[in-house]
């Protein structure tokens, strides 16, 4: 009796249990959700893509002129500066003893000039004396030409009356005398005359290879400069002194300014390798100063693009560290040589970085622009199951079921990335697909 209600009971409670195992394999399965993006078609410039850091169009490390101690600094490393801008000072006091040297040198050779414009002036006048001397002994000789001829005359008229017995031999001889005084005081005065004529003569003019005088006035004015040769070569040589003491003074005063240490180019200061109260040696590195507007962008291209890409091309950068915000430029040089260990080549675009947003050592990216816009099939890159690859794959919406396509991907274009090959336009594709989403699965859109 215990054994058949025993069997019962199993009986029962195997029915129950197969009754309950067919109820829950007829609820239906959940379903995941998930959303859905369609391919479309944009316009789009084809273009090539590629990264790298930004980089100085020009950069100039700035050196101690003279050996000195470090002033005073008036920027720091990042400030910007203009062209021609002091930004620090330094001091040399040898050179302040210098100049002051050299300002009593210059004073001293100033003097020296005056005084030999002086002599020269004096010397002008005497010569100018000496040819009046000359006028004036002329004029003497010739006054004392005609004396002779009337004591000459005379003689002579006197001598045909003592002949006659009209004059006494006494009075006879005196005429003869004052007529040999005459003589005599003629000859001096020719030789007084060829004395004073020395040196002021047309023969000294001719000899000196100066030009034959037309004039009389030239004439005097050749003589006059021939008397003043000595007297213009000292001006001349205090002058060459005083220009070299004033060219050594202006020399010393321009290291002096030189101390003044000025931006060569407009920029930023990159980096500063002093600081105030140092001591410095000739050639010391002081500075270093890069442009900052414009900035290059240099970056490589494979080798089966370098053609692609000629200077002039439009360009634009995406940098990060600004805020992804994107910069246009245009490309300014595309190197020649192809590196043989990558195959890639390089390139640079210059950015406008009038703003100064952009700084050396930012990431970017950039894209190179090759053409006029074309229309192509673009999706989401959030519909791509893993990385943005060649090989990558999307899962496609048919039916309510999902299923793995693989697609063939070209250019990216601001979050999108253009379909070549794989599905059309009007395809329904999962975008974000979750990990755990399998190939013919039924999901809820």
Do not use: H, W
Request: charged fraction near 30%; include cysteine; charge should be negative.
């Amino acid at each position: 009796m215990k054994n058949s209600r025993a069997f019962s009971f199993l009986i029962f409670l195997f029915f129950f249990l197969q009754s309950c195992i067919s109820e829950d394999s007829s609820a239906p399965v959940p379903r995941q959700r998930v959303e859905l993006a369609v391919p479309e078609y944009r316009k789009i410039r084809p273009s090539i893509e590629s990264f790298g850091t930004l980089l100085y169009e020009k950069k100039i490390e700035i050196t101690a002129p003279q050996q000195g101690i470090v002033r005073s600094i008036g920027k720091k490393e990042g400030d910007s500066i203009q062209e021609g801008e002091v930004f620090l000072k330094l001091f040399n006091q040898k050179l302040v003893i210098l100049e002051k040297k050299l300002q009593c040198s210059c004073s001293s050779a100033q003097a020296v000039c005056r005084q030999a414009e002086a002599r020269y002036r004096e010397g002008k006048r005497e010569a100018e004396r000496a040819l009046l001397s000359i006028e004036k002994a002329r004029l003497l000789l010739e006054e004392a030409e005609r004396e002779r001829e009337e004591a000459g005359r005379l003689l002579r008229n006197k001598k045909e009356i003592f002949g006659e017995g009209g004059i006494s031999e006494e009075s006879l001889n005196t005429l003869k005398m004052n007529y040999e005084k005459k003589e005599s005081t003629c000859r001096l005065l020719e030789a007084d005359i060829q004395m004073k004529e020395i040196g002021f003569r047309t023969k000294d003019i001719l000899e000196a290879g100066l030009p034959y005088p037309v004039s009389s006035d030239q004439k005097k004015k050749l003589l006059i400069a021939l008397n003043m040769e000595s007297l213009q070569a000292e001006i001349d040589l205090a002058e060459a002194a005083f220009t070299i003491s004033e060219s050594e003074l202006e020399s010393v005063r321009q290291d002096i300014k030189n101390m003044e240490i000025q931006s060569p180019i407009s920029g930023v200061i990159g980096g500063l390798y002093v600081c105030e109260g140092e001591k410095l040696a000739g050639e010391s590195r002081i500075a270093a100063v890069f442009t900052a507007d414009p900035i290059s962008a240099e970056f490589t291209i494979p080798e089966i693009s370098e053609g692609d890409i000629t200077e002039g091309l439009d360009a634009e950068i995406e940098v990060e560290a600004a805020g992804n915000k994107v910069f246009a430029g245009t490309v300014t040089s595309v190197s020649p040589v192809i590196d043989p260990g990558s195959g890639k080549t390089r390139v640079k675009v210059l950015i406008d970085n009038s703003n100064l947003l952009l700084k050396p050592g930012m990431f970017f990216r950039v894209r190179v622009f090759l053409g006029q816009e074309q229309e192509l099939c673009m999706l989401p890159k959030q519909c791509l199951c893993g990385q943005d690859s060649p090989d990558s794959r999307v899962f496609v919406v048919t039916k309510g079921r999902v299923f793995y396509r693989k697609v063939e991907l070209g250019i990216s274009r601001e979050g999108f990335c253009q379909i070549v090959k794989g599905i059309t336009a009007g395809e329904q594709v999962v975008i974000n697909p979750p990990p755990e989403l399998q190939d013919g699965e039924y999901v809820e859109i």
